[in-house]
């Protein structure tokens, strides 16, 4: 390649980015002029752009390397080697300016090595494609900023009327005159806590990060969604395919089935684990606050209760969805004391754990077998443990009436931890972002 065609590839791909023409334009246009197939690709390997369809089906492969090879990469050029037998390599070149990131340029090279001056156009072609991925990134954070006011608005219930709710919904292309249904999507450590991030920015960007996960998850399975992040969760609305409520629900939960998965992919703590709260079905969108409080309370609870569970739909919960609705935490916390406040107590002055045992006991309908090895104990411990908690509240287990006030009591007490722990994480995913 000579310098005169350095400086056209220049030139060429400048205009382009000038006229708006997009990046399958420019990829098109420097594939003709180096005479190979080209991918441009965004932060996490997605395909943005590619000048030859018929090789997509590369694509797979290369990005299931890049994802391997992520550390080696090191955000320097790049040679990764796709097939060894094909001889099929792929040059990689990030897209950035600064030390700042966009995504990445991608030659397909086949038994050849790239020459020193094409590699020349690619640095030249990169650096001004980061023009293009500036532009279309500083784009998407305005869209994504009113996008989340959007969403905001409607879980706060600040809409000023119907009309507005409907106009501006049409601007994201949302219908809100669908049945919808509402998932939380949170990560938690194994003993509830939420992530921390050295900073905003660093917050804001691993759940865009999601968010995009989401999408991209979500791209083969419905169009019918709608996904932002608020505070400290993701939050996502879905209008269901199917009609009848228990076909909603059963729909919603496959939904989040799928998502898991590709979350849990991606996250970069893998002590933390993914937790999906869904609402009820929202038949129209003044109802979507009650909605969020739901999925926000299935999480909740299932982490105060300390269950494996990833995916809990608030139908699930049972009793609780009533207690949840009862605000004199006072009354809740005396019967909770008249019932529980010897366990408690000795749990707390001891260091012992007879409350879980409790719970795990009646969880496993009192079979005892089940409920030692789900708590890791020795069959004979665990009667020992049931002769202390006997003793120290007079529980009998013969009784339905007191199984049945225990059962409850201890329902209370899960709601009141969980309040304590939504204080205490300021559970206000309303915080502008």
Same mark, same amino acid.
């Given at each position: 390649?000579?310098?005169?065609?350095?400086?056209?590839?220049?030139?060429?791909?400048?205009?382009?980015?000038?006229?708006?023409?997009?990046?399958?334009?420019?990829?098109?246009?420097?594939?003709e002029i180096i005479g190979s197939t080209v991918f441009l690709l965004d932060r996490e390997?997605?395909?943005?752009?590619?000048?030859?369809?018929?090789?997509?089906?590369?694509?797979?492969?290369?990005?299931?390397?890049?994802?391997?090879?992520?550390?080696?990469?090191?955000?320097?050029?790049?040679?990764?080697?796709?097939?060894?037998?094909?001889?099929?390599?792929?040059?990689?070149?990030?897209?950035?300016?600064?030390?700042?990131?966009?995504?990445?340029?991608?030659?397909?090279?086949?038994?050849?090595?790239?020459?020193?001056?094409?590699?020349?156009?690619?640095?030249?072609?990169?650096?001004?494609?980061?023009?293009?991925?500036?532009?279309?990134?500083?784009?998407?954070?305005?869209?994504?900023?009113?996008?989340?006011?959007?969403?905001?608005?409607?879980?706060?219930?600040?809409?000023?009327?119907?009309?507005?709710?409907?106009?501006?919904?049409?601007?994201?292309?949302?219908?809100?005159?669908?049945?919808?249904?509402?998932?939380?999507?949170?990560?938690?450590?194994?003993?509830?806590?939420?992530?921390?991030?050295?900073?905003?920015?660093?917050?804001?960007?691993?759940? =865009?990060?999601?968010?995009?996960?989401?999408?991209?998850?979500?791209?083969?399975?419905?169009?019918?969604?709608?996904?932002?992040?608020?505070?400290?969760?993701?939050?996502?609305?879905?209008?269901?395919?199917?009609?009848?409520?228990?076909?909603?629900?059963?729909?919603?939960?496959?939904?989040?089935?799928?998502?898991?998965?590709?979350?849990?992919?991606?996250?970069?703590?893998?002590?933390?684990?993914?937790?999906?709260?869904?609402?009820?079905?929202?038949?129209?969108?003044?109802?979507?606050?009650?909605?969020?409080?739901?999925?926000?309370?299935?999480?909740?609870?299932?982490?105060?209760?300390?269950?494996?569970?990833?995916?809990?739909?608030?139908?699930?919960?049972?009793?609780?969805?009533?207690?949840?609705?009862?605000?004199?935490?006072?009354?809740?916390?005396?019967?909770?004391?008249?019932?529980?406040?010897?366990?408690?107590?000795?749990?707390?002055?001891?260091?012992?754990?007879?409350?879980?045992?409790?719970?795990?006991?009646?969880?496993?309908?009192?079979?005892?077998?089940?409920?030692?090895?789900?708590?890791?104990?020795?069959?004979?411990?665990?009667?020992?443990?049931?002769?202390?908690?006997?003793?120290?509240?007079?529980?009998?287990?013969?009784?339905?009436?007191?199984?049945?006030?225990?059962?409850?009591?201890?329902?209370?007490?899960?709601?009141? =931890?969980?309040?304590?722990?939504?204080?205490?994480?300021?559970?206000?995913?309303?915080?502008?972002?």
């Open positions: 390649m000579t310098t005169q065609t350095g400086e056209t590839l220049y030139h060429i791909l400048l205009n382009l980015v000038l006229k708006e023409k997009g990046l399958d334009a420019m990829a098109t246009a420097f594939s390997f997605n395909l943005f752009a590619c000048s030859d369809e018929s090789t997509a089906h590369l694509f797979k492969a290369l990005k299931t390397k890049l994802i391997e090879d992520l550390f080696a990469i090191n955000n320097q050029a790049t040679i990764v080697e796709l097939d060894h037998e094909l001889g099929l390599s792929c040059f990689l070149l990030p897209i950035q300016v600064g030390t700042t990131i966009y995504g990445y340029l991608c030659i397909l090279d086949h038994r050849r090595k790239l020459h020193a001056l094409d590699v020349t156009a690619a640095e030249q072609a990169a650096l001004v494609m980061a023009l293009d991925f500036q532009k279309r990134m500083a784009v998407e954070e305005i869209e994504r900023r009113y996008l989340n006011d959007f969403v905001r608005d409607l879980l706060e219930g600040r809409m000023e009327s119907r009309s507005n709710a409907l106009h501006r919904g049409t601007i994201y292309k949302w219908d809100l005159t669908k049945p919808q249904v509402l998932f939380v999507i949170k990560l938690v450590t194994p003993l509830g806590q939420g992530i921390s991030h050295a900073s905003i920015q660093a917050k804001m960007h691993y759940l =865009q990060k999601l968010e995009k996960v989401i999408r991209n998850a979500m791209s083969s399975h419905s169009n019918r969604y709608l996904v932002a992040h608020l505070g400290d969760v993701n939050v996502m609305l879905l209008i269901p395919k199917t009609e009848t409520t228990a076909s909603i629900k059963e729909e919603s939960i496959q939904v989040a089935r799928h998502l898991i998965p590709q979350l849990q992919k991606v996250i970069e703590n893998q002590d933390m684990v993914v937790k999906i709260g869904i609402s009820r079905v929202c038949y129209d969108f003044f109802e979507l606050p009650t909605a969020f409080h739901e999925a926000v309370e299935s999480i909740q609870m299932i982490v105060q209760m300390d269950s494996s569970h990833e995916i809990v739909h608030y139908d699930d919960l049972g009793i609780n969805r009533l207690l949840l609705r009862i605000t004199d935490t006072e009354e809740l916390e005396n019967y909770c004391e008249e019932h529980l406040g010897e366990l408690i107590r000795y749990d707390k002055e001891h260091e012992t754990s007879l409350l879980k045992t409790l719970s795990v006991v009646i969880e496993t309908d009192g079979n005892l077998k089940d409920a030692a090895e789900k708590l890791f104990i020795h069959y004979n411990t665990l009667r020992y443990r049931l002769r202390k908690i006997k003793e120290l509240s007079g529980i009998d287990f013969t009784s339905w009436k007191k199984v049945a006030r225990v059962v409850l009591a201890l329902q209370v007490y899960h709601i009141i =931890q969980a309040r304590k722990k939504g204080k205490e994480a300021k559970w206000a995913p309303f915080v502008k972002s």
